[in-house]
């Protein structure tokens, strides 16, 4: 159980294109999914925490209209980098977690991760 | 482990012993820790967790202590295998409620030597 998927695992794309990166809880539904950034060797970084149904929160220093977030269902997420450039290369990581109140509702299970490149 | 700029600390042990990896956290309001193992070019995944009313978890040769004290936490990794190699993170709750946002430790590296 507490299986989450990510859709790329990889992209590579010019600059000045943008970007979507899908976060889906496969066998849970997830009232939270939290979007992290990591570079080589580096820890996790939230960038944003996304609620179903609400406005993601964003972490102070990232620009909510360069990090798209849609939390349209409880099983699904989405992260857009719109008019991306060479910095915004990195490897992004979604996570979950269950329904308030459950088992489940304080561990993040995260995705395998989305490799970015931009050229 | 802490670690010092971008590098990552390290722990390199000899497969079979055992493996002590250290964490210091940062927020005496914490009440709930876990550890992850990402391996290179993964996703992190959840090894153990423990809440702030224990000192002691274990779980398949895995133990983690928790002192509040000194807001120390440590993964005991017992017989350490090559597969154990990976970057271990430990990650602190620092909100209750309804937000569960977690902050992250610097990592450890772990090398296990056939």
């Known amino acids: 159980g507490a299986v989450v998927s990510q859709h790329p695992s990889r992209v590579i794309c010019k600059s000045g294109t943008s970007v979507k990166i899908e976060c889906r809880s496969l066998d849970f539904q997830a009232t939270t999914m939290f979007w992290y950034r990591q570079f080589p060797k580096q820890s996790l970084m939230l960038m944003a925490t996304?609620?179903?149904?609400?406005?993601?929160?964003?972490e102070q220093g990232v620009e909510k209209d360069k990090f798209l977030i849609n939390h349209a269902s409880l099983t699904l997420s989405t992260l857009t980098v719109t008019s991306a450039h060479p910095e915004d290369s990195s490897f992004y990581i979604c996570?979950?977690?269950?329904?308030?109140?459950?088992?489940?509702?304080?561990?993040?299970?995260f995705g395998p991760g989305t490799r970015l490149t931009v050229l | 482990g802490e670690s010092v700029g971008l590098h990552l600390p390290t722990l390199s042990v000899q497969e079979g012993d055992n493996s002590i990896i250290n964490c210091a956290y940062s927020n005496s309001a914490s009440d709930y820790f876990i550890w992850y193992k990402q391996e290179s070019g993964k996703g992190p995944q959840f090894i153990i967790d423990?809440?702030?009313?224990?000192d002691k978890r274990q779980g398949q040769r895995v133990t983690v202590l928790l002192n509040k004290t000194v807001k120390h936490l440590s993964l005991q990794i017992a017989a350490t295998q090559p597969g154990d190699s990976a970057v271990y993170f430990c990650a602190e709750n620092l909100s209750g409620g309804s937000n569960y946002k977690l902050t992250f430790g610097k990592g450890t590296l772990l090398t296990v030597n056939p």
């Open positions: 996304s609620n179903e149904g609400s406005k993601a929160t964003y």
């Open positions: 996570s979950a977690t269950g329904t308030s109140g459950g088992e489940m509702a304080d561990t993040q299970y």
């Open positions: 423990i809440r702030s009313n224990m």
